[in-house]
């Protein structure tokens, strides 16, 4: 059974899984499907579209656009504002979504932003407050503006 709370809005058509929990003032748009025992923190959005698979924890704030793809035991800080829109503006009839795509066991730290586009690979971990980019490489670590995968001493 899910849990939803009170001030979180939730779309209709969002298929939670088994033991999933929306915390308070989260925003689920229509479509989004998770998978079992994840978490949706506090003031978190989740574009339309979206799907997570199975152990997902987000963290509070959180901004995930349409249609981005959140594979198994992902964790994603909180205040992580994902992005999908390489060219913004207003009415733009040139639109063209570019979601970020986590794969499983992926972990992005406190305050970073994914471009447009960007792949996070199985098992990569983004480091707090770090702006990726580009792909994260399977089983890598980045951090950093622009992230870069950097050695134990500092050097890329």
């Given at each position: 059974?899910?849990?939803i709370?009170p ?11 088994d ?6 003032c989260?925003?689920v748009?229509?479509?989004v ?21 199975d ?39 040139d ?19 994914l ?14 407050g770090?702006?990726v ?5 399977p ?18």
């Amino acid at each position: 059974m899910s849990t939803i709370h009170p001030t979180a809005q939730v779309h209709e058509s969002v298929k939670l899984g088994d033991g999933t929990s929306v915390w308070a003032c989260a925003n689920v748009m229509a479509e989004v499907v998770t998978g079992k025992n994840c978490s949706i923190g506090f003031g978190v959005e989740v574009g339309r579209g979206t799907v997570m698979g199975d152990n997902v924890r987000i963290g509070y704030g959180t901004f995930i656009p349409s249609r981005t793809n959140i594979g198994n035991r992902v964790f994603i800080g909180p205040n992580v504002t994902m992005t999908d829109d390489k060219f913004p503006r207003v009415d733009n009839p040139d639109y063209h979504a570019q979601p970020p795509t986590l794969e499983d066991e992926a972990v992005v730290g406190a305050g970073s932003i994914l471009l447009p586009g960007v792949r996070v690979g199985w098992g990569a971990l983004v480091g707090a407050g770090s702006v990726v980019t580009k792909d994260v490489l399977p089983g890598t670590t980045v951090y950093g503006n622009p992230a870069r995968t950097r050695s134990e001493h500092g050097h890329e």
